[in-house]
């Protein structure tokens, strides 16, 4: 609280950095001269939207005016103390005590705690790739194949002596034909584990593919918000990162989606409902009269100037695997597989029409973070009355500070929520399927 004082003072300090005059910089984030002012001289308190809007007006981090440059220290001092070694308990409470009068040592516990999370993040995507990656898998299964297959035709030839020649050609052709499709697949194994060594390298699948395009373009695409709007063919074409045919009919896929939910909530009305209501997707899709999964989409491909700050949103069909995700900062999400077993998201799924909300705290790396999870689940008869039953469920994911400052929503009991089991933290889960290699 004490840092929190002294925002306005970091406003003024980094608008003289970069001599900008108070009327220029309240022009830019909407607000008057005479307000900015009273921020400036810390006599007004600053919220997250006014903080983010002066942050980007600055050029620097919400944090770096909210908390000083001291504010990473801070943050990463608490990360440490949040999961302590056996028999150790930091006093948390003293902290910035602590930092303020060791400011060197805190320095150095701080990046060693930083160097710690980027190894445990390297930690968690490769062994979660190496349990759960279906390319993996079928590579794995493909050399074990071609070496059963070599094995056993050359113990014949071994073991036999009066093969007729045409039979021992065929043999030494199946060994040939075998030694090679284990060759090919041996390089393309090795070469999967070399890009595995960078995160974020080597897209094994067509969603991940999908995903990293739509990240790329922010999830939003102005093209479709038209009357007349491009046809998905031309907007997918030449992109990098659809690199598969698969990839590309994902894509089209979500562009008529993205399509039919711009139509039936533009822009203009969802902006309208949101200064009105806050990013509540029950109460905008009361309020706009459309269904809350069209409501959840379309909070998820909203331009950055629009949208929530902080916002993802996951999905799942009946058998609770992932079918889209957009990551929130600091809500990690897992590559392949099932998620957490106490995501709001797999409440819903099994209560099709019923809102689920529930507040949610991370656990393990980043862990104290709290987020807000709205869960819905959709379930349709596209086949009609004789046909099976499709689910869909969505959970919007939001930060709760900035949620719970802008709606000023009561406290909660939150719910304590990992990844997935393989890479959580959490001993004492009720739902916890297998060991976490973490533990």
């Known amino acids: 609280m004490r840092r929190q004082a002294l925002t306005g003072s970091r406003v003024r300090d980094r608008r003289l950095l970069l001599g900008l005059k108070q009327s220029d910089l309240a022009r830019t984030v909407g607000i008057s001269s005479a307000y900015l002012n009273l921020i400036e001289h810390n006599r007004r308190r600053v919220g997250a939207e006014l903080l983010q809007a002066l942050a980007d007006a600055l050029k620097v981090e919400p944090t770096t005016l909210a908390e000083?440059?001291?504010?990473?220290?801070?943050?990463?001092?608490?990360?440490?103390?949040?999961?302590?070694?056996?028999?150790?308990?930091?006093?948390?409470?003293?902290?910035?005590?602590?930092?303020?009068?060791?400011?060197?040592?805190?320095?150095?516990?701080?990046?060693?705690?930083?160097?710690?999370?980027?190894?445990?993040?390297?930690?968690?995507?490769?062994?979660?790739?190496?349990?759960?990656?279906?390319?993996?898998?079928?590579?794995?299964?493909?050399?074990?194949?071609?070496?059963?297959?070599?094995?056993?035709?050359?113990?014949?030839?071994?073991?036999?002596?009066?093969?007729?020649?045409?039979?021992?050609?065929?043999f030494h052709r199946n060994i040939h034909e075998d030694s090679l499709r284990l060759t090919t697949v041996s390089t393309a194994l090795v070469s999967w584990l070399d890009q595995a060594q960078a995160p974020e390298a080597g897209l094994a699948s067509p969603q991940e593919e999908l995903e990293s395009w739509l990240l790329a373009r922010g999830h939003h695409f102005p093209q479709l918000e038209r009357t007349t709007a491009a046809a998905a063919e031309t907007i997918i074409a030449g992109a990098p990162e659809l690199a598969s045919e698969a990839a590309r009919t994902l894509a089209l896929s979500h562009l008529a989606t993205y399509r039919a939910d711009a139509q039936a909530l533009p822009l203009a009305a969802i902006q309208k409902a949101l200064a009105e209501a806050g990013p509540d997707p029950l109460k905008l899709s009361q309020m706009l009269g459309v269904p809350m999964a069209r409501v959840l989409r379309r909070l998820?491909?909203?331009?950055?100037?629009?949208?929530?700050?902080?916002?993802?949103?996951?999905?799942?069909?009946?058998?609770?695997?992932?079918?889209?995700?957009?990551?929130?900062?600091?809500?990690?999400?897992?590559?392949?597989?099932?998620?957490?077993?106490?995501?709001?998201?797999?409440?819903?799924?099994?209560?099709?029409?019923?809102?689920?909300?529930?507040?949610?705290?991370?656990?393990?790396?980043?862990?104290?973070?709290?987020?807000?999870?709205?869960?819905?689940?959709?379930?349709?008869?596209?086949?009609?009355?004789?046909?099976?039953?499709?689910?869909?469920?969505?959970?919007?994911?939001?930060?709760?500070?900035?949620?719970?400052?802008?709606?000023?929503?009561?406290?909660?009991v939150p719910r304590i929520v990992g990844t997935s089991c393989r890479i959580c933290a959490e001993a004492r889960c009720v739902a916890r399927r297998e060991p976490s290699i973490l533990m």
Do not use: K, N
């Open 68 to 170: 000083g440059a001291e504010g990473a220290i801070f943050d990463a001092l608490r990360e440490a103390a949040a999961a302590p070694e056996p028999g150790i308990r930091p006093e948390v409470e003293t902290v910035e005590d602590f930092a303020s009068r060791f400011p060197g040592w805190a320095a150095l516990l701080a990046a060693r705690q930083g160097q710690v999370a980027r190894l445990s993040r390297t930690v968690e995507t490769l062994s979660e790739r190496m349990a759960q990656d279906p390319f993996l898998a079928a590579s794995l299964h493909e050399v074990l194949s071609a070496i059963t297959a070599v094995r056993s035709t050359s113990a014949i030839l071994a073991e036999t002596e009066d093969i007729e020649p045409e039979w021992r050609t065929r």
């Open 300 to 412: 998820a491909c909203l331009p950055e100037q629009i949208a929530p700050a902080g916002l993802g949103l996951v999905a799942c069909d009946a058998t609770g695997t992932l079918t889209f995700r957009r990551t929130a900062p600091g809500f990690s999400l897992p590559r392949f597989g099932a998620a957490c077993a106490l995501w709001p998201l797999y409440e819903a799924l099994v209560q099709p029409g019923m809102p689920v909300r529930r507040v949610l705290e991370t656990s393990g790396r980043g862990a104290g973070a709290r987020f807000i999870g709205y869960a819905w689940c959709d379930r349709t008869w596209p086949a009609g009355f004789d046909g099976p039953g499709v689910s869909q469920a969505l959970m919007l994911i939001l930060p709760l500070t900035a949620e719970a400052e802008s709606r000023g929503r009561l406290a909660e």
